[in-house]
């Protein structure tokens, strides 16, 4: 079992609509929750993080975490062709104290 | 601009070469890593640096050598690579180890021929 599984996409929303990505992670003792954002030929940005149950908002991007079903989420509103990109999820804590990837959502957003 | 700089951005070598990668940050952490980044995988941590002092070498083969002279500088030295490690590598650094949330370097593209 994959410690963090992400579905690799590509997922595609027109403009406009919101793209929800999922995440899950096998370490019930994970703390820490991040999203990243990779352009295709750059390198991770951090856009996101939480670290309690619950949904956390920034402008048009809300991560949710529910720690119970070990499933934690990011929703972009209005997305816009400027968002296409794969988005990694991270898990950190439990049992290994390293951060650790998921293989990434490959988000396309289309005019 | 991340306040992490990695040169060069791209490299081609021969298996025989040996050559090294360099990365600065001007952010002020403590921390410092070395990922490998290959098509279809998760980000594979390499190495991890605290303070300058080596915390972590995750199973890395030895034709790849670290440096950390400070907290500000990282090196990995590459030699008698296969074609294999073929990859980006990502060098990031974070405030302290009990962080997540880290900041990357825009990384160099190296091909083994």
């Known amino acids: 079992q994959k410690e963090v599984e992400q579905n690799s996409g590509p997922l595609s929303v027109p403009e406009g609509a919101i793209a929800s990505l999922n995440c899950t992670y096998s370490?019930?003792?994970?703390?820490?929750f991040f999203w990243y954002r990779q352009y295709s030929g750059k390198s991770p940005e951090l856009i996101m993080s939480?670290?309690?149950?619950g949904d956390k908002e920034d402008g048009r991007f809300t991560a949710q975490l529910n720690k119970a079903s070990q499933y934690v989420s990011l929703l972009i509103r209005d997305s816009q062709p400027s968002d296409s990109a794969t988005y990694l999820c991270?898990?950190?804590?439990?049992?290994?104290?390293?951060?650790?990837f998921g293989t990434g959502t490959r988000l396309q957003v289309t005019l | 601009e991340t306040g992490v700089t990695q040169t060069p951005r791209h490299l081609v070598m021969g298996m025989t070469n040996k050559k090294s990668l360099k990365c600065e940050q001007h952010?002020?952490?403590?921390?410092m890593y070395w990922y490998k980044q290959s098509a279809k995988k998760p980000l594979e941590l390499m190495f991890v640096?605290?303070?300058?002092?080596?915390?972590e070498n995750n199973s890395v083969p030895s034709r790849f050598s670290p440096e950390c002279p400070n907290s500000s500088h990282l090196f990995l030295h590459l030699h008698t690579l296969q074609p294999e490690d073929s990859a980006l590598y990502l060098c990031?650094?974070?405030?302290?180890?009990?962080?997540?949330?880290?900041?990357f370097g825009e990384g160099s593209r190296l091909t083994v021929l």
């Open positions: 990031a650094s974070s405030l302290d180890l009990n962080t997540g949330e880290l900041f």
């Open positions: 640096y605290n303070f300058k002092e080596q915390t």
């Open positions: 939480i670290y309690s149950n």
């Open positions: 991270a898990v950190m804590g439990g049992t290994a104290s390293k951060l650790t």
């Open positions: 952010l002020g952490h403590n921390a």
């Open positions: 370490d019930r003792g994970s703390q820490s």
